[in-house]
Nanobody
Framework: QVQLVESGGGLVQAGDSLRLSCAASGRAFVTYAMGWFRQAPGKEREGLSCISGPEGSTYYSGSVKGRVTLSRDNAKNMVYLQMNSLEPEDTAVYYC?????????????WGKGTLVTVSS
């Protein structure tokens, strides 16, 4: 069982940067694939970035590639999403997710999300 708690969201202006954090519980954290997703009002959930396992490959969605960086600190059971050059279109609830197998759309464990609002 893994519990995930996101933090770091808030109201920012276009062009600003923000770092989201995800605190994970569970002794096997280091073996889990960890990902970040978001859901904007009226839109489907979108996968942003994911890392497969402790030293696995990191994937980025084309919509955010070059503006976001995913990192994980296995010693602290933390995953981060650094977001730069934020745009109003980035306004959404951002979710952290985990899965024992791999990165995919229907990962097994989800946090409750943190709201990011980008004003123009």
């Amino acid at each position: 069982q893994v519990q995930l708690v996101e933090s770091g969201g808030g109201l920012v202006q276009a062009g600003d940067s923000l770092r989201l954090s995800c605190a994970a519980s569970g002794r096997a954290f280091v073996t889990y694939a960890m990902g970040w997703f978001r859901q904007a009002p009226g839109k489907e959930r979108e996968g942003l970035s994911c890392i497969s396992g402790p030293e696995g490959s990191t994937y980025y969605s084309g919509s955010v590639k070059g503006r976001v960086t995913l990192s994980r600190d296995n010693a602290k059971n933390m995953v981060y999403l650094q977001m730069n050059s934020l745009e109003p279109e980035d306004t959404a609830v951002y979710y952290c997710a985990a899965d024992i197998t791999s990165c995919h759309r229907e990962m097994k464990y989800w946090g409750k999300g943190t709201l990011v609002t980008v004003s123009s």
